[in-house]
T-cell receptor
Framework: EAQVTQNPRYLITVTGKKLTVTCSQN?????MSWYRQDPGLGLRQIYY???????DKGDVPEGYKVSRKEKRNFPLILESPSPNQTSLYFC????????????FGPGTRLTVL | KQEVTQIPAALSVPEGENLVLNCSFT??????LQWFRQDPGKGLTSLLL?????REQTSGRLNASLDKSSGRSTLYIAASQPGDSATYLC???????????FGGGTRVLVKP
């Protein structure tokens, strides 16, 4: 089954404790992206990648890192999480440069205390 | 800066009625527009993608129109069912390879 998977689905952590949210897609998509969704602010892009070893900042990259060492994986790293990073995070992928239909993962709900 | 607005924020209709969901954007120079459905606690499911050169796209009971000059897209859902209850989001892409800018969504409730 073609899908985007994220792990963990739910995470509660404390300020400053480094964490990684994994994202994997099995559709051989070149384009992958991370979004966060907050009430009243909608979905905003954090980082995106057009291919292996190519990443770029979205609208709200501060406090986040990403890497794209393999085509299928695009982990989101929070080196020192803060409470304002409490949010619902979505990973997405698409064929080509992202102009095509984007497919989203199920989301990761992160709470930073 | 592109801004995408969806009004109303919430909508309640009786089963069987047609749904009309609106999406407006401030910059008409878009590459394409995508409609999504989001169920509570779940990810986004892509419904329709309309390229800037297209006027509409159809899939089953869903029909989306695009009027770039007026900065509007409308999603029509015919003969609504309780299973259509969800939040519907539209998103526009300004240029090839560029990011999606999302609207705030319309939360739909279809009453049996």
């Amino acid at each position: 089954e073609a899908q985007v998977t994220q792990n963990p689905r739910y995470l509660i952590t404390v300020t400053g404790k480094k964490l990684t949210v994994t994202c994997s897609q099995n559709m051989n998509h070149e384009y992958m992206s991370w979004y966060r969704q907050d009430p009243g602010l909608g979905l905003r892009q954090i980082y995106y990648s057009m291919n292996v070893e190519v990443t770029d900042k979205g609208d709200v990259p501060e406090g986040y890192k990403v890497s794209r060492k393999e085509k299928r994986n695009f982990p989101l790293i929070l080196e020192s999480p803060s409470p304002n990073q409490t949010s619902l995070y979505f990973c997405a992928s698409a064929r080509g440069t992202g102009d095509n239909e984007q497919f989203f993962g199920p989301g990761t709900r992160l709470t930073v205390l | 800066k592109q801004e995408v607005t969806q009004i109303p924020a919430a909508l309640s209709v009786p089963e069987g009625e047609n749904l009309v969901l609106n999406c407006s954007f401030t910059d008409s120079a878009i590459y394409n527009l995508q409609w999504f459905r989001q169920d509570p606690g779940k990810g986004l499911t892509s419904l329709l993608l309309i390229q800037s050169s297209q006027r509409e796209q159809t899939s089953g009971r869903l029909n989306a129109s695009l009027d770039k000059s007026s900065g509007r897209s409308t999603l029509y859902i015919a003969a609504s069912q309780p299973g259509d209850s969800a939040t519907y989001l539209c998103a526009v892409r300004k240029a090839a390879g560029n990011k999606l800018t999302f609207g705030g969504g319309t939360r739909v409730l279809v009453k049996p």
